[in-house]
């Protein structure tokens, strides 16, 4: 289990990595303050990854600022949505207001490649803060993934989970943040994940339009409904290793995520042709070979590819010979279940 190093006390530079999540069970629809409509599931990736910086400098004229670095380049644009963020937070910790800061934050899969960074890179800053604050008392060192969780969830949802080492949930002990999924059966214990790219272009529709879609969609009950039901099925599978239900369970809620873009009011499709492609490839795969691998998809084109280790030389093989044709200049990432963040301070 991670622990809190402490190095930082003597310093005003506090560095945490964390890394991205990909959902089983979907969060996809919210209620008042980035609270989820129905709980989710995630593993917790290993090697897509944020690494955030922070400076901190007291803060002589109480006003406070913030200099945003993205891979060594200012980005007012983050800046807007982190000093946002900030006033969301200040309110609760007031501290914060007491310090000017200097951010720099890089990720280790390219800015291109369509995959969402939100989740890792709300959940390295908010690490980043909650350091901050336990340094200063504010908060116990008992709670403090919980706080880095809950505050993180505040920046992006899905955040919330990449807090935990390999499976966390956000939803079944509280909506305010996520916690860890014990007892996993060691079928699951190793899973990998390829990020197969059909597509690094720009997201169509942001997420925060695709969560109000559902406030009026025509399936919605079913829908919290169907995620629950899955949600209870895929803790007992986690914990009995049943590789087959499991399979069932995520692949039925990647395409559900879809079909609820697909009908809502205005209707929106997230694949590309080839994504189809390569879920049809998937599942042949399966027929022919009886191997365990699944895909899933987050709010866009990309397939996540999940399998047992003991099967990556068959899956690279299938990748290679297979999927490349239908990948962005050939291009996937080769990620794992991920152990958490580690504080770089
Ligand atoms: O965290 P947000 O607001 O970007 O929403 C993410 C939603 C999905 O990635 C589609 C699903 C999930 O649970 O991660």
Not at 144 to 161: D, E, K, P, Q, V
Request: hydrophobic share 40%; with cysteine; net charge negative.
């Amino acid at each position: 289990m991670m622990t809190i190093d402490q190095s930082y006390n003597n310093s005003n530079i506090i560095i945490w990595k964390a890394a991205s999540n990909i959902a089983l069970v979907k969060y996809w629809g919210k209620k008042s303050f980035q609270l989820p409509m129905n709980p989710s599931i995630s593993i917790t990736l290993d090697q897509s990854t944020t690494t955030t910086k922070m400076e901190i400098s007291k803060n002589k004229h109480l006003e406070r600022e913030i200099d945003f670095y993205f891979e060594n380049t200012k980005n007012e644009l983050f800046a807007k949505k982190i000093e946002n963020h900030f006033k969301n937070i200040e309110q609760e910790f007031p501290l914060l207001k007491e310090y000017n800061y200097k951010i720099s934050s890089s990720n280790t899969f390219p800015h291109s490649s369509g995959l969402a960074s939100s989740a890792s890179s709300m959940a390295s800053l908010n690490l980043c803060l909650a350091s901050l604050l336990l340094k200063n008392n504010i908060i116990e060192e008992n709670n403090f993934y919980l706080t880095a969780s809950r505050l993180s969830r505040m920046g992006s949802g899905s955040a919330s989970r990449s807090l935990f080492p390999s499976f966390a949930e956000w939803g079944i002990e509280s909506e305010d943040y996520a916690t860890n999924i014990a007892n996993i059966h060691k079928n699951f214990s190793d899973i990998c994940d390829a990020i197969l790219i059909v597509s690094s272009e720009e997201k169509t529709v942001s997420s925060r339009i695709g969560h109000s879609l559902m406030e009026d969609h025509p399936f919605k009950d079913s829908r919290y409904k169907n995620a629950k039901k899955r949600l209870l099925n895929l803790l007992k599978v986690l914990e009995n290793g049943d590789w087959s239900t499991f399979i069932d369970i995520v692949e039925a809620e990647a395409l559900e995520l879809h079909a609820m873009m697909m009908c809502s009011s205005p209707s929106f499709i997230l694949m590309k042709p080839n994504s189809l492609k390569i879920i049809e490839l998937v599942r042949s795969f399966r027929a022919d070979t009886g191997l365990n691998l699944c895909f899933t998809l987050d709010a866009g084109p990309n397939i996540h590819l999940l399998y047992p280790l003991e099967i990556k030389e068959q899956v690279i093989k299938f990748i290679n010979d297979s999927i490349d044709p239908f990948l962005e200049d050939g291009f996937w990432i080769d990620d794992n279940i991920g152990q958490g963040p580690v504080n770089l301070s």
